[in-house]
T-cell receptor, first 116, second 112 residues
Framework: DTGVSQNPRHKITKRGQNVTFRCDPI?????LYWYRQTLGQGPEFLTY????????KSRLLSDRFSAERPKGSFSTLEIQRTEQGDSAMYLC??????????????FGEGSWLTVV | DQQVKQNSPSLSVQEGRISILNCDYT??????FLWYKKYPAEGPTFLIS?????DKNEDGRFTVFLNKSAKHLSLHIVPSQPGDSAVYFC???????????FGQGTRLTINP
């Protein structure tokens, strides 16, 4: 399977704890995105990387959130001091800049976060 | 500010008939549009896309129509099959913007 891979798929954590999600994009893709989806809403953009550079962050990404893509391959999204409002599905996606379908992004299966 | 809107939260269609899902947008800079399908507890799966230079794109049972003057696009699925039951999201982007803006989704149910 060469699709976008995310783990863990599910995480239940107590309020105030830190959590980290990992994303492995499609191997040749140079762009990586993080989105968040809550019930009844479409995915909302959080941030994206081109290779290892983080080029845009949404205002939804508070200072408790940090994302990295250290070698331009996999990425991590860390949420510090989690709050109940952080409960959502966190989606990673990737795309290939310069390809014919460069504006098409491909999603992973998502990581469910429940903060109790 | 909801730039992409799917005004029908749900749609029910009989198997074998045509399903038509609608999407409206407000940002005239959008020039690329996509439809994704999502099953519960899974990530969205890309279905079909269309560039603003076209008004129609077809892929098997799926056809997307774009009406730029009305800022409206639609997804036609024909014939509808039970496996098409899912939530469908439309999304849009524009040159120079690296992110997609999604609608709220429409839950499609195909009845046998």
């Amino acid at each position: 399977d060469t699709g976008v891979s995310q783990n863990p798929r599910h995480k239940i954590t107590k309020r105030g704890q830190n959590v980290t999600f990992r994303c492995d994009p499609i191997s040749e893709h140079n762009r990586l995105y993080w989105y968040r989806q809550t019930l009844g809403q479409g995915p909302e953009f959080l941030t994206y990387f081109q290779n290892e550079a983080q080029l845009e962050k949404s205002r939804l990404l508070s200072d408790r959130f940090s994302a990295e893509r250290p070698k331009g391959s996999f990425s991590t999204l860390e949420i510090q001091r989690t709050e109940q409002g952080d409960s959502a599905m966190y989606l990673c996606a990737s795309s290939l800049l310069g390809s014919r379908s460069g504006n098409t992004i491909y999603f992973g299966e998502g990581s469910w976060l429940t903060v109790v | 500010d909801q730039q992409v809107k799917q005004n029908s939260p749900s749609l029910s269609v009989q198997e074998g008939r045509i399903s038509i899902l609608n999407c409206d947008y407000t940002n005239s800079m959008f020039d690329y549009f996509l439809w994704y399908k999502k099953y519960p507890a899974e990530g969205p799966t890309f279905l079909i896309s269309i560039s603003s230079i076209k008004d129609k794109n077809e892929d098997g049972r799926f056809t997307v129509f774009l009406n730029k003057s009305a800022k409206h696009l639609s997804l036609h699925i024909v014939p509808s099959q039970p496996g098409d039951s899912a939530v469908y999201f439309c999304a849009a982007s524009y040159q120079g913007a690296q992110k997609l803006v999604f609608g709220q989704g429409t839950r499609l149910t195909i009845n046998p």
